[in-house]
């Protein structure tokens, strides 16, 4: 494995991240055996970046992880998030009726607390704002993670789907070691502007979905889809956009076959080839894809790939929106 630094702070990182959502929450059926070998296998692999949420299957996912988080807490730079509340108590997306957003520093001090309870430790790496709450100013809310820091509750600070003017914002009031947003072949808001910020301010990017949900892999039938797998509401799933999906993915596979590598390590190595300040977490619940992941670290590419990539991604445009049109509203705020 191959490793990058956090921001400025010298926290040296895996290149390739570990996202466990689909552990526990979104994804269809899970399996917690599998699961927990996954994550051994991600220590094998030197891949010490875990990411996780308070969201995720309503704090489920955080207990999952610390069976195998507490008796290797020196070899694992783990990551929470916090915000995203379930008025019936019943965890779902972020697009969801009964699913909203609480920034409030009142809210994120009980949130930090049931997180340390959940991950069995007693200080968080990198603790997120899962996004920026309309309702709350960024300075207020970003004043009340820094008590964290100073409270030893939390080592560093980051926004996930902020705009740059929110990142400034909370950059001025305290560092801001990392910004997680989605990135990838297919979806590039961050580009321009908010990178731009983010580099100039020295915070790496973190991207997120960096294999579009799985549907840049050439292994996704959207058509089988559990019924509980949340991609089955998002725009970019649905039947408008599936022919110039597959005639993407299909043309992409060729592209990766030409690079002996398989379509999820050429997407990857196009995300970790656009700056080495830039750390993906494409999340996984079985083994297998783990190492088929950690292996993208090892494709090399050209200038001619990287314009053939985006020429084939610009030859079909229409891939569909990555958020429902609520979600969409929260991001880039």
């Known amino acids: ?59 489920a996912n955080e207990e999952l992880i610390s069976r195998v ?14 915000g995203f509340r379930f008025k019936d108590g019943v965890a779902g997306p972020s697009s969801a009726g009964g699913t909203y957003f609480d920034g409030r520093p009142e809210w994120l001090k009980q ?34 993670m820094a008590e964290l820091v100073k409270l030893g509750k939390v080592r560093y600070l980051g926004l996930s789907e902020a705009s740059a003017a929110s990142i400034r914002k909370a950059h001025a009031v305290h560092p801001i070691a990392a910004l997680q947003s989605e990135y990838s072949i297919l979806t590039r808001d961050v580009e321009g502007t908010i990178l731009n910020t983010v580099r100039e301010l020295g915070i790496t990017l973190v991207p997120y979905s960096p294999l579009a949900r799985g549907l840049v892999t050439h292994t996704l039938d959207t058509s089988t889809l559990a019924e509980n797998d949340f991609r089955r509401t998002l725009p970019r799933y649905q039947e408008a956009v599936a022919d110039n999906n597959k005639r993407l993915v299909e043309a992409f596979a ?26 993906p977490i ?17 494709v090399v590419l050209t200038t001619a790939d990287l314009d053939a990539i985006d020429a084939l991604v610009k030859k079909y445009p229409d891939t569909g929106a990555r958020y429902s049109e609520g979600a969409m509203k929260l991001v880039n705020h």
């Open 111 to 144: 949130a930090v607390d049931k997180s340390l309870q959940r991950l069995k430790i007693d200080t968080i790496d990198l603790y997120y704002a899962h996004r920026i709450d309309p309702n709350v100013p960024v300075e207020e809310m970003v004043g009340a």
């Open 254 to 279: 060729a592209l990766a076959s030409d690079k002996n590598c398989t379509p999820a390590q050429l997407a990857l190595a196009w995300v970790l080839a656009q700056g080495n300040d830039i750390i």
């Open 1 to 59: 494995m191959q490793y990058r630094k956090l921001g400025t702070t010298g926290e040296s990182l895996s290149a390739v991240g570990l996202g466990c959502m689909g552990m526990s929450f979104a994804y269809g059926p899970t399996d917690d055996a599998e699961s927990i070998a996954t994550l051994h296998k991600a220590l094998d692999l030197g891949i010490n970046f875990w990411d996780t949420a308070d969201m995720y299957a309503n704090g």
């Open 69 to 82: 988080l507490v008796p290797n807490r020196d070899k694992v730079f783990i990551a929470t998030k916090f």
């Open 282 to 298: 494409p999340g996984t619940k079985k083994r297998k894809y783990l190492e088929e992941n950690a292996g993208a670290v090892d």
